[in-house]
């Protein structure tokens, strides 16, 4: 672990996130595929496990959110709270030659995300906040600041989930002035990773998820200029005391206004 490591909360997020995919990595490669029970489950708790030990030795006073662990209400009354998914889109870690499958550490500290890193350990980078340029790439071929590109005119490309995409995003599409293809993909972390790296202009997310599902990731796209808000436009806000967080508009600013219209008149059971 690099000493900045120990004073710089964006280095170890990255750092922790990176090392935990390093861990996943081992775990797929020895497990193997024949059995996506027996792997899934040694994934979460691997990852998780090392996660857990790293933060406790690293922040010993800070209190963890974690899918995995017992969520202890002591988070409550905490100033800094890192909330994370060792391993968001667990089903495509599980299905052999995927690569959307990520690792979310996020610092939640006094009513903001502080810190986050998303690692994409099957496809070699993570991206990260950074106290340098505010969000950046890391990979084998070195560190880039990331800012998410802006949407071509007339084309919106949408990332959705694999499996239970929005009930509205279909008739959404069908009504918004522009080229709108929907693009499946695993994993939220690994969603608004396409929207930053430019291979999707958006990602829509509507009927569950919790906040360790997004938050890593959202840090990182606000620290990148993206928009990340709820799909009613309201901020997205963390460490409640239910974590249930079940929406999330991703996108960049130029295409946020539209695509928040467009929800708004499809859409009939928007929160709040
Ligand atoms: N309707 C829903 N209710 C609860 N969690 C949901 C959900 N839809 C997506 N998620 C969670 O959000 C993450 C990304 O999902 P998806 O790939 O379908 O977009 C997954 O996290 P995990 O893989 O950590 O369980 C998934 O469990
Ligand atoms: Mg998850």
Redesign the pocket.
């Known amino acids: 672990m690099a000493p900045l490591a120990e004073t710089d909360d964006h280095v170890l997020a990255a750092e922790l996130a990176a090392a935990a995919g390093e861990v996943l990595l081992g775990i797929r490669a020895r497990v193997g595929h024949a059995d996506g029970r027996a792997l899934k489950d040694a994934g979460d708790q691997g990852s998780h496990e090392f996660l857990m030990a790293e933060l406790a030795a690293r922040r010993p006073d800070d209190a963890v959110l974690s899918?995995e662990g017992k969520d202890d209400p002591v988070r409550l009354e905490s100033e800094r709270v890192w909330i994370v998914?060792p391993?968001?889109?667990?089903?495509?870690f599980s299905e052999e030659g995927r690569t959307d499958w990520a690792v979310h550490v996020a610092l939640w500290e006094r009513g903001r995300l502080a810190a986050g890193a998303v690692a994409l350990p099957a496809q070699g980078r993570t991206l990260h906040t950074s106290s340098g340029p505010p969000a950046v790439v890391t990979s084998g071929d070195g560190r880039r600041p990331l800012e998410v590109p802006a949407p071509e005119p007339g084309r919106l490309r949408i990332a959705v989930?694999?499996?239970?995409p929005p009930q509205f995003v279909q008739k959404m599409a069908e009504i918004l002035d522009a080229e709108v293809e929907l693009v499946p993909i695993?994993?939220?972390g690994a969603?608004i990773a396409a929207v930053l790296l430019g291979d999707v202009d958006a990602y829509v997310?509507a009927?569950?998820?919790?906040e360790w599902?997004n938050a890593a990731p959202a840090a990182v796209a606000l620290a990148a200029g993206a928009h990340a808000s709820r799909i009613d436009g309201a901020p997205l806000t963390y460490n409640g005391k239910d974590p249930l967080l079940?929406d999330i508009l991703v996108c960049h600013p130029l295409s946020a206004p539209m695509v928040l219209a467009g929800i708004r008149d499809v859409a009939h059971d928007l929160p709040g």
């Open positions: 899918e998914d391993l968001d889109g667990t089903r495509e989930s694999r499996t239970r695993g994993s939220a969603k997310h009927g569950g998820q919790y599902d079940p």
